[in-house]
């Protein structure tokens, strides 16, 4: 990695612990986890969400004052969600809110940052890593004996409620050891790239959920894929993230559907 790159990153890996601390500290106070809702009534956001991600946009500027940003919130707010090739940082200050709002442990600070379109950090094969230990994905190739990790989302629509139990229905009917998730698109995938569960899939996610993620688990040896195979395309807000090609076949099993992309042009 250049020194340039370096740099960045180091700043990311600070202002994500500065940030973490500030969730930590919310996780303990009712006041700082007060519901409000965006979509739809299941759609959460708190004041600590916008308070992490105007810390986190305002230490960037800070030091690297021509950068762009994509943040959950601030494209909530009616920012635009448009991915250049310029320098920029793709923010979900907390991944996990229903979780944060009912005090379930599983949160994270998600950070990633492109160039020229391509998640940057740990590109060049230097690895993934938790507090210094290298992460490594499952060698597991029977998906027979896998977890596999999703989400419910928070579109309560029929028709896509229906989707997603058939996807379910046809993942646990494999028969695959078991299914799980933590609520948080980032923590499954680290998930993944820790090796505990093989792989994690989701239609409805934002580019914020899964930017830092995607590249954790190709630097942990993982692979990712679109729910009807194919390349992944970080703003079509489907994914499937796999230790291997094998295992990442459940995407046979996956009813897809294509919700409203990331870059889609506002409607009037
Ligand atoms: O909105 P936040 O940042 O908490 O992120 C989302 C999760 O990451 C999804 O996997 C999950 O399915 C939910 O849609 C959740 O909202
Ligand atoms: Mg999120
Ligand atoms: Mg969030």
Redesign the pocket.
């Known amino acids: 990695m250049d020194d340039v790159l370096q740099n960045i990153m180091d700043h990311a890996v600070a202002v994500a612990r500065e940030a973490g601390q500030v969730v930590r500290e919310a996780l303990c106070d009712e006041k700082q986890r007060d519901v409000m809702t965006k979509s739809s009534t299941v ?1 959460l956001v708190t004041q600590t969400d916008q308070r992490v991600e105007h810390l986190i946009i305002q230490s960037v500027k800070k030091k690297f004052p021509t950068h762009r940003f994509i943040g ?1 919130e601030s494209v909530a707010a009616g920012e635009a969600c448009v991915l250049t090739d310029d320098p920029t940082w793709i923010i ?1 200050p ?5 979780n944060f709002v009912h005090s379930f442990p599983f949160v994270a600070v998600s950070i990633g940052f492109s160039v020229d379109k391509k998640i940057q950090f740990g590109v060049e094969g230097k690895g993934a890593f938790c507090n210094g230990e290298p992460l490594q994905v499952s060698d597991q190739e029977d998906v027979r004996r896998s977890i596999i990790a999703t ?4 579109n309560r629509e029929t028709e896509t409620v229906e989707k997603i139990f058939s996807s379910l229905r046809n993942i646990l009917n494999i028969p695959v050891h078991g299914v799980r998730g933590a609520g ?3 923590v499954n995938m680290c998930l993944v790239a820790s090796g505990c569960v093989e792989a994690y899939y ?1 239609v ?2 934002h580019v914020w ?1 899964v930017a830092a993620g995607s590249v954790i688990v190709e630097e942990a040896g993982g692979v990712l894929m679109d729910v009807e195979g194919g390349p992944v395309d970080l703003m079509s807000r489907r994914i499937v993230a796999a230790n291997n090609g094998t295992v990442a076949h459940i995407v046979k099993e996956i009813d897809a559907f294509s919700p409203t992309r990331d870059d889609a042009p506002p409607t009037q």
């Open positions: 759609d959950e979900d907390i991944d996990g809110t229903t989400e419910f989302g928070s948080t698109a980032a989701e409805g996610v959920d």
